[in-house]
């Protein structure tokens, strides 16, 4: 897939997500201080950056930037190199404006990077709904802030939005994606999805690869030996094993993914050359 085996592996933490909840798991962080602690700690262990997500009081999923505000300051305050992602997910049938109200964050509470779903899907849970509009109008706020997207790909018609997006001059290069496999109504965790994926997408594209439930160790192995990067955390599996006996937290997956590297003699890249290499910011 890539010549990435030799290079250093682009580490990529979900923490948190819009599904897990405290009874589905006791080690979700959910509040912004939870959160800041547990990016903290796998920070301490390695990685590259994180995709975040907000949660209200309650524990439910907000768009509120006050919220994301605390979260960022918290990480910014002790780890100003990790590359920040903010999510701009349309599940919870939230606007546009609802959806991009985390880009307003200014100064030091500005995120490097937003997700940004290349088109609707369908969950096992529910829909996730990003009509054409929306995709072009977060498109648009991202580029005028000066913030990279992080292109969310699940399945080839998404790859090919990638291309309009470039062509359209909506997404400035370099360019970033995860590719997300596992999920029923998209593309699975098999050699030729992945393969199919990459044949549309732009040739010099940054990746991760990053597998949901029971694929994501699959997924894992498969990103650690030949792809740029991968993608790990409770947003997409709260298990260590596939028999559902060991439940995960995030540190213990970032040392399982930090194993899987060693086998391969890849080191997980710094945050700052993840930011030379996108082109972002070096310091806050």
């Known amino acids: 897939m890539s010549s990435a085996q030799t290079s250093e592996l682009i580490l990529n933490l979900a923490p948190t997500g819009m599904v897990p909840t405290r009874a589905l798991s006791a080690s979700v962080p959910l509040q912004p201080d939870e959160i800041v602690a547990d990016v903290l700690a796998c920070a301490e262990i390695g990685i590259t950056g994180v995709h975040l997500h907000a949660r209200d009081e309650l524990g439910a999923p907000t768009y509120r930037k006050e919220i994301y505000a605390r979260i960022i300051g918290g990480i910014r305050e002790k780890r100003p190199d990790l590359v920040i992602c903010v999510s701009c997910s349309g599940r919870g049938g939230i606007t546009l404006e609802q959806r991009a109200e985390v880009l307003t964050l200014d100064a030091d509470l500005r995120p490097d990077m937003a997700s940004l779903t290349l088109s609707s899907l369908n969950f096992p849970g529910g829909a996730s709904v990003t009509s054409p509009d929306t995709v072009i109008g977060l498109a648009h706020e991202m580029r005028s802030r000066g913030i990279k997207p992080e292109l969310e790909v699940f399945d080839l018609g998404m790859a090919n939005v990638v291309s309009y997006l470039i062509d359209h001059d909506l997404v400035d290069a370099p360019i970033y994606a995860n590719l997300i496999l596992g999920n029923l109504a998209s593309a699975q965790a098999r050699f030729l999805d992945i393969g199919c994926l990459l044949a549309a997408l732009p040739a010099n594209i940054t990746y991760c690869l990053g597998g949901l439930g029971r694929w994501q160790f699959t997924v894992a192995g498969i990103a650690v030996a030949a792809a740029p990067g ?55």
């Open 230 to 284: 991968v993608r790990i955390g409770l947003e997409d599996n709260l298990w260590l094993d596939v028999e559902r006996t060991i439940p995960a937290s995030n540190g213990a997956m970032i040392r399982k993914v930090h194993t899987l590297a060693a086998v391969h003699d890849r080191k997980v890249m710094t945050p700052n050359e993840l930011r030379r290499r996108l082109g972002l910011r070096l310091a806050w």
